[in-house]
Nanobody
Framework: QVQVVESGGGLVQPGGSLRLSCAASGFTSDYYAIGWFRQALGKEREGVACISSSDGMTYYAESVSGRFTISRDNARNAVYLQMNSLKPEDTGVYYC?????????????????????????WGQGTQVTVSS
């Protein structure tokens, strides 16, 4: 069974950096996506970034493009989200999610990476607070 566990959240000042980690294991397929989502208080959960297991393609929300970087370490079954130049509006609970990609999803990933139904397993979330 696929499991995902996030870590690395905390309190950081505006302009600072944090790196979130996602330990993802139990995959029975070579084709899956790992996504990072966040949810601010009173707002809907939104996609932040995604990486495809098969080709390493990455996708980002416009609000974080150029500041956040998603990467993977297959040997460690880990995916990271490096967050730089953090802003107060980046505050929220960050979730790691994993989803098996059938052929249809692989072909449409650029359009559906930030859609919650794309993912089957979710972590418990880690709090990120950007404040002075």
């Amino acid at each position: 069974q696929v499991q995902v566990v996030e870590s690395g959240g905390g309190l950081v000042q505006p302009g600072g950096s944090l790196r979130l980690s996602c330990a993802a294991s139990g995959f029975t397929s070579d084709y899956y996506a790992i996504g990072w989502f966040r949810q601010a208080l009173g707002k809907e959960r939104e996609g932040v970034a995604c990486i495809s297991s098969s080709d390493g393609m990455t996708y980002y929300a416009e609000s974080v493009s150029g500041r956040f970087t998603i990467s993977r370490d297959n040997a460690r079954n880990a995916v990271y989200l490096q967050m730089n130049s953090l802003k107060p509006e980046d505050t929220g609970v960050y979730y790691c999610a994993a989803g098996h990609l059938d052929l249809r999803k692989r072909l449409q990933l650029s359009a559906i990476w930030d859609s919650r139904p794309t993912y089957d397993r979710w972590g418990q979330g880690t709090q990120v607070t950007v404040s002075s």
